[in-house]
């Protein structure tokens, strides 16, 4: 009689914990982490494992209030003792967050589009003088600008096929990431694509200035100097007069 009464008061425990899982697990679904943060505190400290891994993930997230992963990792081993296979798979994830904890601080904190603009992409300003004088000149000018605006092109259709550059996390970085992580990096990426599409537009209008300027004066002296060739007697002539200059002397 004692046994069947023990196990009927097992039962009914049970069921009293299942439902207050399930309150716990609603208030959870529709954002209320406060008290979905109590429920799961009383129920972990009471033993119940998948309250435990919950609580967990609750740390581990920032939907405790802030991330907190000592205590998320306090909770997933309490419930992977247990044999919880979620909280022994997160375990095994903040493990590998500490092992790999640069490259994830190198996407939230410190990528600056380096890779974009090295390389074939390492477009090089050309040297444009004020004027050219000479045809030589002009072709080397010319050489080096047809150089600097393919490089340019090219430069600019990868950034735009590179959008948004969230995308260039590896995948495997991105499965480490908390959503505090995830955030801040899409944020900032953001703020590095535009930074590197204003770089371009600003650099891209001042060597397009020189070099409007440069072709404007260069075709003012050829045509100058053309003008100045037509009218008086051509180089062949000249040529011929002073040779006869130097045989009457």
């Not at 907190?68 to 247990?82: G, V």
């Not at 919880?84 to 967050?97: D, F, H, M, P, Y």
Request: hydrophobic share 45%.
């Amino acid at each position: 009689m004692k046994r069947v009464l023990f196990l009927a008061g097992l039962l009914a425990c049970s069921a009293v914990h299942a439902d207050a899982l399930s309150d716990a697990n609603a208030l959870f679904a529709s954002k209320a982490y406060p008290q979905a943060l109590a429920a799961y505190t009383k129920l972990a400290n009471a033993g119940n494992v998948e309250a435990q891994q919950h609580l967990g993930e609750m740390y581990f997230y920032g939907e405790a209030g802030a991330v907190d992963e000592a205590k998320a990792e306090t909770w997933f081993r309490k419930a992977a003792a247990k044999g919880n296979a979620v909280a022994l798979a997160s375990i095994e994830l903040i493990k590998q967050r500490g092992t790999r904890r640069a490259e994830i601080l190198h996407w939230v904190e410190q990528y600056q589009g380096e890779d974009l603009k090295t390389g074939k992409f390492n477009c090089t300003v050309p040297r444009i003088p004020a004027v050219s004088k000479q045809s030589e000149d002009i072709e080397r000018v010319s050489a080096s600008i047809a150089k600097w605006q393919n490089c340019f092109n090219d430069y600019v259709t990868n950034l735009k096929a590179a959008a948004p550059l969230v995308k260039r996390i590896p995948a495997d970085i991105v499965k480490l990431m908390n959503q505090a992580e995830t955030m801040r990096a899409s944020e900032r990426l953001a703020g590095v694509e535009e930074n590197l599409s204003e770089e371009a537009r600003v650099g891209s209008k001042l060597v397009l200035a020189d070099v409007a300027a440069w072709r404007s004066a260069t075709t003012a002296y050829v045509k100058e100097r053309n003008a100045i060739v037509e009218s008086g007697p051509s180089e062949e002539r000249a040529r011929d007069i002073e040779a006869r200059k130097r045989n009457y002397n």
